[in-house]
């Protein structure tokens, strides 16, 4: 946890009672142990709530970009789909003026 061994946890709980005494220590502890709880309560709510938001913004950014995907690919093969039809036509009708020879009609 800190860098503490049994030692220095030894020394500080010594150091604890001699200042405290024994009849506050109890209730030291106690209050040290719900402050802690509480910190860990308050960071784990804190943490929640980030990755919430995290998720919920990473999942906008890949709607948006679904939508992006989406939106260019109607108009992208549609456009070239179109062109593509156009080019087909003018090429049958230049090949049924042309003769089977394809140098004029016959």
Do not use: C, H, W
């Amino acid at each position: 946890m800190f860098g503490l061994g049994i030692p220095e946890l030894i020394v500080i709980f010594v150091i604890a009672l001699v200042v405290f005494g024994p009849k506050k220590l109890p209730d030291l502890g106690r209050a040290l142990g719900k402050g802690i709880a509480e910190f860990k309560r308050a960071s784990q709510e804190v943490q929640n709530t980030i990755e919430t938001e995290v998720r919920a913004a990473e999942s906008k950014i890949d709607l948006e970009k679904l939508k992006a995907d989406v939106e260019g690919k109607e108009t992208g093969p549609k456009t070239a789909a179109a062109e593509q039809t156009a080019t087909q036509g003018t090429k049958e009708t230049a090949g049924a003026e042309k003769g089977p020879d394809g140098y004029g009609k016959s």
